[in-house]
Each structure stands twice: as structure tokens, then as C-alpha cells.
């Protein structure tokens, strides 16, 4: 199994709801990744995660709440989202940190 | 501050022909580069990396070449095809994180 899957696909919320999206790779990768990519932007690094912890955060607002339950698994937690954190949310994993990173197809997210 | 930087949003090519992708970086630690393809609606693919300590990595189709000394790196794709018409994007990988460029949009037209 050599890919990263995302769930959902898509994802239309308001602005008082609570969400989760939910990244799995199954390819022994110890490192995983939350990037968030707006319209004819690059992907813009989130949250680094290294055998399970937290590594790094940029500075992410609270909103945004990360969770790693296992190694294969990724989660990330929304609430109270604004309508400009309206993006697409791609997970990354990679065979540790540094290495070169495998994307997942990304959820959309639209916050009303 | 762009930290990587890629100044042509877009390339349009004739099949078969040579597509050249340029990239420039600012922060000479920088030790090891990557190139991924992006389609609409998909994550990134990644097609190669190269590491500082070489000039030059190919893979196929796919020929990139770093100048160090002008801290700049180029992605050539011979010949080009359709199917290759995606964003592609250049990212250095400093301590665990990938700098993406802003990406340049090839076209190839048959």
C-alpha cells in the first residue's frame, strides 16, 4: 500500500461546528504532516508529526487541533473555523523527518 | 520573505519538445530539493529530489540541475507530453519541512 488517504473528500461547515478530517498511510511512515493550500497558492507547512508527537507547530491558531493516534493515522480537529480557513487541507507522510513527503488528495474545506 | 522562489507562473510547450522549469532559492543551508506535479483537485506528486552534494539527478523524462553557486535549480521534462500539463512545484526540505515555490503551470500543447 503506497498511498496516503484523506477523508472526506469535501467538507462545508459553519462557523460554530465541529469537524474532524481524517488522514491513514499504512507504508510504515514515521513522520506525518498537515498542510493547508488556498487557491493559486503553494501548500503551506501546519503541523510536523515525528513517531507520534508533536515536532512542530507554525504557529497554527487554536481552532486548528491536531491529533497523531497511532502511527498510520492523522487527525485533524476544526472548530469555530473563520470563512478564510476555506482551503484545501493535505496530509503528508514521509519515512521520517526530512524525507521526501507522499501528499494525499487533499480535503476541501468551505467554512459558511 | 520567499524563501524559494519560481518567477514564471506559467510555461506553454509543443509535444514533444523540451519544458524547462526554473527555481531560486535564497537560504544557501538549503541541502536538499524536490519537484512535485500537481493536477487540479489532487495532492502533489512527487517526481525527483536532489541533494546539494550533486548537480544533477535524472530520472527518466525528468533531468533536474542545481547550481549552487547561483542558488538556482531547473527541472527539464524531454521529451514533454500532454499528460504532463499540471502546477509544478519546487520545495526545499530544511529540517523536516518542504518551502514551496509559488509553482509555474505547464502546458503542452499536442
Known amino acids: 500500500d503506497t498511498e496516503v488517504t484523506q477523508t472526506p473528500k469535501h467538507l462545508v461547515m459553519g462557523m460554530t461546528n465541529k469537524k474532524s478530517l481524517k488522514c491513514e498511510q499504512h507504508m510504515g511512515h514515521r513522520a506525518m504532516y498537515w498542510y493547508k493550500q488556498k487557491a493559486k497558492k503553494p501548500p503551506e507547512l501546519m503541523f510536523v508529526?515525528?513517531?507520534?508527537?508533536?515536532?512542530i507547530n507554525e504557529s497554527v491558531p487554536s481552532r486548528f487541533s491536531p491529533e497523531c493516534p497511532n502511527s498510520s493515522l492523522l487527525n485533524l480537529h476544526l472548530h469555530a473555523l473563520q470563512p478564510e480557513d476555506s482551503a484545501l487541507y493535505l496530509c503528508a507522510s514521509s519515512q521520517g523527518e526530512g524525507g521526501i513527503q507522499f501528499f494525499g488528495p487533499g480535503t476541501r474545506l468551505t467554512v459558511l | 520573505d520567499q524563501q524559494v522562489k519560481q518567477n514564471s507562473p506559467s510555461l506553454s510547450v509543443q509535444e514533444g519538445r523540451i519544458s524547462i522549469l526554473n527555481c531560486d532559492y535564497t537560504?544557501?543551508?538549503?541541502?536538499?530539493f524536490l519537484w512535485y506535479k500537481k493536477y487540479p483537485a489532487e495532492g502533489p506528486t512527487f517526481l525527483i529530489s536532489?541533494?546539494?552534494?550533486?548537480d544533477k539527478n535524472e530520472d527518466g523524462r525528468f533531468t533536474v540541475f542545481l547550481n549552487k553557486s547561483a542558488k538556482h535549480l531547473s527541472l527539464h521534462i524531454v521529451p514533454s507530453q500532454p499528460g504532463d500539463s499540471a502546477v509544478y512545484f519546487c520545495a526545499a526540505s530544511p529540517a523536516g519541512k518542504l518551502i514551496f515555490g509559488q509553482g509555474t503551470t505547464l502546458q503542452v500543447k499536442p
Open positions: 508529526y515525528s513517531y507520534e508527537k508533536l515536532s
Open positions: 537560504n544557501s543551508m538549503f541541502d536538499y
Open positions: 536532489i541533494s546539494s552534494i550533486k
